[in-house]
């Protein structure tokens, strides 16, 4: 490794540990497709610049570590006379008791599940979090999110566990009363929908607020191949052949829409009949201005966080930035140390003071008598 990558991967610790989200950014930026994120543990201690975001208390740079690749599932080297076993950094956060450091966890997952994103919802299911967890906001399970935001691959992983079989969180309801069944039909998924059937989803089951109210999956159904689902009883379960994409309308559905009735905001949010063809249209050019807001939006927020780094200056003014931190933590150590050093001589200094008193005091008492 360079001395340009090792001074990298200290800044990244010294980052995590002061909080410092933008030297993350700008670091991640300047080692990437130099530098595995995986490679960035301390030797000693095994831990990962997310061990030293959790210990320290810094939720903004954890998020930011996170977002970057950090491997959640790393684990830490058991300490003699400290640990009992090796610990990822979302179990050091448990231990903590640092519940906003969970939460940063927590919804980092359900991010990764809205996006459909395999690898990284294992990752932090092996790094402990629990696969039962629910969105504060919606009281919605990860089968929610990933019915609503049309998640297949994610749907499918989650589905075929045994922790999630054992929970059975497929029938699982969120703050309406909404199965993930409930909404993948309102969002007229049929390849979620399928997959809920072939893990046998309750159809008999009613939502108790907002768009399933009092009503059925298959009563929130407006397309009729959803509604067939449900009527040919998928009893082939072993066919194992893949549905056909969804029809355009759909497609156009499946990007991120702002969240009603508190179901997850990437779901397809329209409840009114569509048996009307100018009201398809009007929903979908809706749907398309809502899109293109919010590739504006995103746009935006790339254009900021470019200026910020821009802000940092150069790749050798972030680097030297990040050697300052270093050796004013060095010195700052030092002056421990040297402080520690001189209290230890004052305190020998005290006892040796004490010891000429009680001679002294000893003296006097034998010349007295």
Not at 156 to 173: G, N, P, S
Not at 213 to 229: H, I, Y
């Amino acid at each position: 490794m360079t001395e340009e990558l090792q001074e990298a991967v200290d800044g990244f610790f010294l980052a995590a540990e002061y909080g410092r989200s933008d030297v993350i950014k700008a670091l991640a930026d300047h080692g990437r497709g130099h530098l595995s994120l995986a490679d960035v543990v301390d030797p000693v201690t095994g831990r990962s610049p997310l061990h030293v975001a959790v210990a320290s208390g810094k939720k903004d740079a954890l998020r930011v570590l996170l977002a970057a690749g950090f491997p959640p599932e790393h684990q830490s080297k058991a300490q003699e006379g400290k640990d009992v076993k090796n610990r990822s950094a979302y179990a050091l956060a448990q231990e903590l008791k640092a519940q906003d450091l969970v939460v940063v966890f927590h919804q980092f997952l359900i991010q990764q599940v809205a996006a459909n994103d395999v690898e990284s919802v294992n990752q932090l299911l092996e790094a402990g979090v629990d696969v039962g967890i629910t969105d504060a906001a919606t009281g919605g399970t990860l089968l929610h999110w990933a019915a609503s935001c049309q998640a297949v691959d994610v749907l499918k992983t989650l589905l075929e566990r045994e922790d999630v079989q054992k929970q059975k969180l497929i029938d699982a309801r969120n703050g309406e009363g909404a199965t993930p069944l409930h909404l993948a039909c309102h969002a007229n998924n049929m390849e979620c929908t399928k997959l809920l059937l072939l893990h046998h989803a309750d159809v008999s089951l009613k939502g108790e607020k907002g768009f399933s109210k009092d009503k059925t999956a298959l009563d929130n159904a407006a397309q009729q191949e959803v509604k067939e689902l449900f009527s040919q009883g998928l009893k082939e379960s072993n066919e194992g052949d893949k549905i056909t994409e969804t029809q355009a309308e759909n497609g156009a559905k499946a990007e991120e829409n702002a969240g009603e009735n508190g179901e997850p905001s990437c779901a397809a949010n329209s409840a009114r009949p569509h048996g009307v063809h100018d009201e398809k249209l009007l929903l979908q050019l809706e749907e398309k201005d809502l899109l293109v807001n919010q590739l504006k939006k995103t746009i935006e927020a790339l254009v900021q966080e470019s200026q910020e780094i821009q802000m940092l200056g150069e790749e050798r003014v972030m680097l030297d930035y990040v050697r300052k931190l270093r050796d004013e933590k060095a010195i700052v150590q030092r002056q421990l140390e040297d402080a520690n050093d001189y209290i230890k001589s004052q305190q020998q200094q005290l006892e040796s003071l004490k010891e000429q008193i009680r001679q002294m005091s000893m003296s006097k008492q034998v010349h007295e008598r």
